[in-house]
């Protein structure tokens, strides 16, 4: 990763809100749960994701997000491979008007580490 993402990386994380796995299932098990979108590349989403995610490319979220959340104050949590890449999806759903929206800290990668169920092929 070069020092410039990771500079990016950190900058943007200052301006979203992100939360860890224990904090997820909490709000998963609430009356009103946030969706969970995916946005890795299609062919990572296919090699596994956790249950329950909806696929929404980190290429195609903008244009796909009314679809999946027309209320701007639906519950989102964003994940990808490791918490970079749902960082800046997170920062772009909140210029697009996105209220409650936040970034799964470590990802696809913590959420297999915990023993969190996955669908896989």
Known sequence: MSTRFQKLAADT???ITEIDLATYKQQA???TPP???DVRDAEEFALGHPVGAIHASRGTL???IEDIAPDVTTPIVLSCAG???SAFAAESLQ???YTR???LIGGYRAWTQ???PVTKP
Do not use: C, Q
């Open 13 to 15: 994380k200052t301006r």
């Open 29 to 31: 098990a609430s009356p």
């Open 35 to 37: 969706l969970l979108i």
């Open 62 to 64: 903008e244009g796909k």
């Open 83 to 85: 918490g970079n890449r």
């Open 95 to 97: 210029k697009m008007g």
């Open 101 to 103: 929206v936040a970034s």
């Open 114 to 116: 915990a023993g969190e």
